[in-house]
């Protein structure tokens, strides 16, 4: 066997592999004659087809096979022991003027392109300087959570007549086009939450009703062609509610609003504990510090972004793009052009920075070790079972739940890359100037 590398330039190569007879038919023959004591068919017994005859039925798929095989290890192996730096995997270059024989006598050649990984040097250092974010909590967003608060702990009343902030409970009618009843139609009782309701007509147009008044309207403007909106209100799928395009009949059949609680002390010592807060200031100042807190991981995800497109910016990697795009398209059967053309810019910056992950990680020997994996995913697990339950887990169990969540290759592989981004953001936080400026929380969320 004879492999060779053909450089076309900096980031694209071919392989030439050449093999002949003597390359393969041990391998073809062991194959055959493994295959024959396995085989069960009529006129032998099992284990006793001989393996001529296994050759003369099966011959011809065996040997591709094993070619194939041969030719897989062969190539792996050029890119390993070559320390070839790929992206993606090797493409076969086919030749329409080639056919072979398959007769055990072929001499084949076949040609793998190969999209080569830039070359680039790291110099992340404390000259690289990246905001990061403290983030304070302004006015409206502190309102709004003990509004929201203070309507957890409230009551629920029944008003003559309905606000901007009420819930309508009411019969809902489907309508035909000429405003009649939709005969056959979706007929249903549901709670209409004014506060969702996203057109503004449509919602002055719902404030003021009573119990037993009639209102017409279009429910998917109503909730701008939200279609789990819309399935909630009318309990049917979000697939039907996708594809609705009636008005409705609305009719009242009770006002509900939430009461806001008191800000006294019974409503203090129901959220913190007896004598813990006792003024509405000490109240104010818990809940800012409480919302504070919760904002550390958007800043820290924010941080994490910026990281990495600083990052790709700072180097501006050249790919073999040609190469990946037909890559892509080989390895993803359902990939439309359309869509290859979308998010292959997305693709190619991720891939940017997976080459610079692999770079910090491998020339500042950061290691990667099982333990890591098996605390983070143990942590993930223990916070979604604390949804569900305040009770915690017993540790063993927690630690069983943990081995057999790491077991499904598909979990393992996502907590390992969650893992190993943590490990070089980290690295990276020790390296770069972080410019740290205060911004509060609804100028933070206008950030680009």
Do not use: C
Not at 99 to 121: I, Q, S, V
Not at 234 to 251: G, R, V, Y
Request: hydrophobic share 35%; glycine share 4%.
């Amino acid at each position: 066997m004879n492999i060779t590398q053909e450089k076309i330039d900096s980031l694209n190569s071919l392989v030439n592999v050449s093999i002949k007879p003597e390359d393969y038919l041990e391998r073809v023959e062991k194959a055959i004659k493994t295959q024959a004591k396995k085989a069960k068919l009529p006129g032998f017994r099992a284990g006793m087809v001989p393996p001529s005859h296994i050759k003369k039925m099966y011959g011809k798929s065996i040997l591709v096979e094993e070619v194939n095989s041969l030719l897989s290890d062969s190539i792996n192996k050029y890119i390993a022991d070559n320390k070839i730096d790929i992206l993606g995997q090797p493409l076969p270059k086919v030749d329409e003027s080639k056919e072979f024989n398959w007769d055990y006598t072929d001499e084949f050649e076949f040609k793998y392109e190969l999209g080569l990984a830039p070359e680039f040097n790291l110099d992340f250092s404390d000259k690289d300087s990246i905001p990061y974010y403290q983030i304070k909590i302004d006015v409206e967003t502190l309102e709004s959570r003990i509004k929201n608060i203070r309507k957890s702990y409230g009551k629920m009343t029944n008003p003559e007549v309905s606000s901007a902030e009420d819930v309508l409970f009411a019969e809902l009618v489907q309508l035909s086009p000429d405003g009649s009843v939709f005969e056959g139609g979706i007929i249903s009782s549901g709670s209409v939450r004014l506060d969702l309701i996203k057109d503004e007509e449509i919602k002055r147009s719902l404030v003021g009703l009573k119990k037993g008044d009639v209102a017409e309207f279009d429910i998917q403007k109503a909730f701008e062609n939200d279609a789990f909106q819309v399935s909630k209100v009318l309990n049917i799928s979000e697939e039907d509610a996708k594809d609705l395009a009636s008005k409705f009949q609305l009719t009242v059949k009770n006002v509900n609003r939430l009461e806001e609680s008191d800000l006294n002390q019974e409503f203090f010592d129901k959220l913190f504990g007896p004598g813990t807060v006792t003024t509405e200031d000490q109240f104010r100042e818990k809940i800012t510090a409480e919302l504070e807190s919760m904002m550390v991981q958007n800043a820290e995800q924010r941080l994490q972004n910026d990281i990495v497109k600083y990052g790709v910016g700072k180097y501006e990697m050249q790919l073999p793009d040609e190469f990946l795009k037909r890559w892509l398209k080989a390895t993803n059967q359902n990939l439309t052009e359309d869509d290859l053309q979308k998010g292959y810019e997305d693709f190619a910056n991720n891939l940017r920075w997976t080459l610079v992950e692999n770079k910090i990680i491998k020339e500042n020997s950061i290691e990667l070790k099982y333990e890591d994996v098996f605390q983070t995913a143990k942590s993930r697990l223990d916070a979604q079972f604390k949804m569900y339950s305040p009770q915690p887990l017993p540790e063993e169990q927690l630690a069983e739940y943990t081995v057999q969540f790491l077991q499904n290759k598909e979990n393992a592989n996502k907590i390992f890359e969650e893992v190993k981004a943590q490990k070089v953001f980290d690295y990276l936080k020790s390296v770069i100037t972080l410019d740290r400026q205060e911004i509060e929380y609804n100028k933070f969320l206008e950030l680009n």
